[in-house]
């Protein structure tokens, strides 16, 4: 199966395409290298991957991307988007499918991998302000009678907001909160980021 492979590959061309918007973001609050980091990481994740003998199985291919991160991007959200998609690989076993309840499973441990090394909460302008509301709409709660589709949608709404809610708000962690107050009217990069990747995402899961 491909399938795994072709979600990664739009993703990562997602980045690619997005790469001077995220570094302009990160040179308004920070140090102008988000874009760069990111789309670095990605070119590495691809060539990692394609190494890879099989990528029929999520676990591995999210380990092996999380890693390559980790490896090859500087800064703050490599290494945390790398522990992310790690423990959202490690959260995986053979029956993990593209189902409600397991999205909200890598989700949640792709978050409270993100918490426990970056120690940031919702609100203090990054990545989580777009994750934590993403992974909400696929809580029992929030799915309680719908379909995935349904999720997903509610899911890119929910990005979408969250990415607007961090241009209210003044960075409490990382670079930007360097600039407090000021970087308030920008979007932060990370969460920039994190839309980029989930919009592109839903687009190859609705098709
Ligand atoms: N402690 C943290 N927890 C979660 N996300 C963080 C944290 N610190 C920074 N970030 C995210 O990382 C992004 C910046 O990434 P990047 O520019 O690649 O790294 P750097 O700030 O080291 O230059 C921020 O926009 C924010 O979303
Ligand atoms: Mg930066």
Redesign the pocket.
């Known amino acids: 199966m491909t399938r795994i492979k072709d979600a990664l590959d739009a993703v990562a061309e997602a980045i690619y395409e997005q790469k001077d918007y995220l570094t302009n973001l990160?040179a308004k609050?920070?140090?102008g290298?988000?874009g760069v980091?990111?789309s670095r990481g990605f070119a590495a994740v691809q060539e990692a991957v394609d190494e890879m003998a099989d990528t029929t199985k999520p676990g591995p291919v999210l380990e092996t991307i999380g890693r390559t991160l980790i490896e090859n991007?500087?800064?703050?959200?490599?290494p945390?988007y790398g522990i992310a998609f790690v423990r959202a690989g490690q959260a995986c076993d053979d029956d993990t499918r593209l189902c409600i309840k397991d999205i909200e499973k890598l989700l949640t441990a792709a978050i409270d991998a993100?918490?426990k090394?970056?120690?940031?909460a919702k609100g203090?302008?990054?990545?989580?302000d777009v994750l934590i509301p993403l992974r909400d709409c696929f809580l029992p709660e929030n799915a309680e009678g719908k379909k995935l589709n349904d999720c997903l949608l509610d899911g890119l709404r929910a990005v979408n907001e969250g990415l607007q809610y961090t241009t209210t708000i003044a960075?409490r962690?990382?670079?930007?909160s360097l600039i407090g107050e000021r970087g308030i009217g920008y979007e932060?990069?990370?969460?920039a980021s994190s839309a980029v990747m989930y919009r592109a995402l839903y687009r190859y899961l609705r098709y």
């Open positions: 990160d609050t920070g140090d290298d988000h980091n990111m991007v500087g800064g703050a959200a490599g945390l993100i918490q090394r970056g120690r940031a203090d302008k990054t990545m989580l960075a962690k990382g670079r930007a932060d990069p990370g969460a």
